[in-house]
């Protein structure tokens, strides 16, 4: 694997996207503005879209090969049009492409259809195929890992994790990996994913506060990475749950609200006395009651929760890649932190009494699914 060739990535940086903004929409009195809208001018019609993010830039420019700022706006609003996610459609996308690029799939499969990166017209043609199900669109609408089970020898070219197509790089940062993976929803990046170098210049006294480690380390270290994406799940979840912006705490603890900063917001609304401790108390049985509903109703198991092949067999760039073993011993020092078994990954009884959910696992118990 290579990064994308630097002409083509100077391309889609953010500076290349300024001449089309026309507005801002934000939420009431937010500094932040993260709502831009666009104009462009197809055949001598404007074309307004809205809501462009860094996701839809990397799926429609480095995954499938389409560098120009107009065409990924395009196909950022025909997604927003049909009601398609992005993450999911460009991931199944790049699997065909990959895969017929490998002779893996055929025109015959495809109806005819050359499947080629950087074909923007058969990539807006797969994207209306995905949303009305017709011909090859069909297969794709089932996402990779099921149409791979439909097709022999192509399961190697389905990046996803937990059945979701994977829009995250995985292969450099481990705390960003195993937040990543994780994932209650399966492969997000906004569920406990961090990037450890921007904590790197937090005070010891609060790095030990928050995360319970002297140093964050060094970002390509699996050492310690497991307390950060742990803190930073009990934190989403419940900022998620008051309803708060995610780009408020920034992933940055130095200029982030804190727990206590919750804590006393919360207060204030409610009348009710929460210290920081309750706060993220209740953020991590958040956490624990998503874990417990993946459990009742799926099947997934500790292999669920390791990586991708493709991040541990093919190197970025010739260097960056997972290292399975010390996966392993960051994934078991996780669970352990969690309080969940190392073998299943599922909470331990004295778990669910701490965080007062022995309703759920009685549940779990009645229907099997514990231990």
């Given at each position: 694997m290579k990064f994308p060739p630097p002409d083509k990535k100077q391309r889609i940086l953010p500076?290349?996207?300024l001449p089309y903004i026309t507005g801002t929409k934000t939420c009431g009195s937010c500094p932040i503005g993260c709502w831009k809208v666009y104009q462009?001018?197809?055949?001598?019609?404007?074309?307004?879209?809205?809501?462009?993010?860094?996701?839809?830039?990397?799926?429609f420019g480095a995954r499938l090969d389409l560098f120009d700022p107009e065409i990924i706006l395009k196909a950022h609003d025909l997604c927003n049009d049909l009601g398609l996610d992005e993450d999911n459609t460009s991931g199944a996308i790049a699997w065909a492409f990959e895969c017929y690029e490998k002779g893996l799939i055929t025109n015959e499969l495809t109806g005819g259809l050359k499947l080629q990166w950087g074909d923007e017209g058969t990539v807006f043609e797969l994207i209306k195929d995905i949303a009305y199900r017709r011909g090859?669109?069909?297969?794709?609408?089932?996402?990779?890992?099921?149409?791979?089970?439909?097709?022999?020898?192509?399961?190697d070219c389905c990046t996803h994790i937990k059945g979701q197509e994977l829009f995250e790089v995985l292969w450099a940062c481990p705390a960003w990996a195993l937040g990543t993976v994780v994932s209650a929803r399966g492969g997000s990046h906004t569920r406990g994913a961090v990037k450890a170098e921007r904590l790197k210049d937090i005070p010891?006294?609060?790095?030990?506060?928050?995360?319970?480690?002297?140093?964050?380390?060094?970002?390509?270290?699996?050492?310690h990475k497991e307390h950060l994406v742990i803190f930073f799940e009990k934190m989403q979840a419940l900022s998620n749950s008051l309803g708060m912006c995610y780009f408020v705490h920034g992933l940055c603890?130095?200029?982030?609200?804190?727990?206590?900063?919750?804590?006393?917001l919360f207060s204030t609304a409610t009348g009710q006395n929460f210290d920081s401790e309750k706060m993220m108390w209740l953020g991590e049985r958040i956490f624990n009651?998503?874990?417990?509903?993946?459990?009742?109703?799926?099947?997934?198991?500790?292999?669920?929760?390791?990586?991708?092949?493709?991040?541990?067999?093919k190197?970025?760039?010739?260097?960056?890649?997972?290292?399975?073993?010390?996966?392993?011993?960051?994934?078991?020092?996780?669970y352990e932190l969690h309080g969940w078994d190392q073998k299943t990954g599922k909470p331990l009884k004295e778990s669910f009494k701490r965080l007062d959910l022995d309703t759920i696992q009685r549940k779990l118990e009645q229907n099997g699914k514990l231990f």
């Open positions: 500076d290349e996207f462009i001018l197809e055949k001598g019609k404007s074309i307004v879209i809205e809501a462009l993010q860094i996701n839809s830039i990397h799926n090859f669109g069909d297969l794709l609408a089932e996402g990779c890992q099921q149409a791979s089970e439909k097709l022999q020898g192509t399961k010891t006294s609060l790095c030990q506060r928050l995360f319970g480690i002297p140093t964050v380390g060094d970002k390509f270290s699996y050492e603890a130095v200029d982030m609200l804190l727990p206590e900063d919750y804590a006393r009651l998503e874990k417990s509903f993946n459990i009742l109703h799926t099947k997934w198991t500790r292999e669920d929760d390791m990586p991708p092949k493709r991040f541990t067999s190197p970025l760039d010739g260097k960056f890649k997972i290292d399975l073993k010390a996966w392993d011993r960051m994934l078991d020092r996780y």
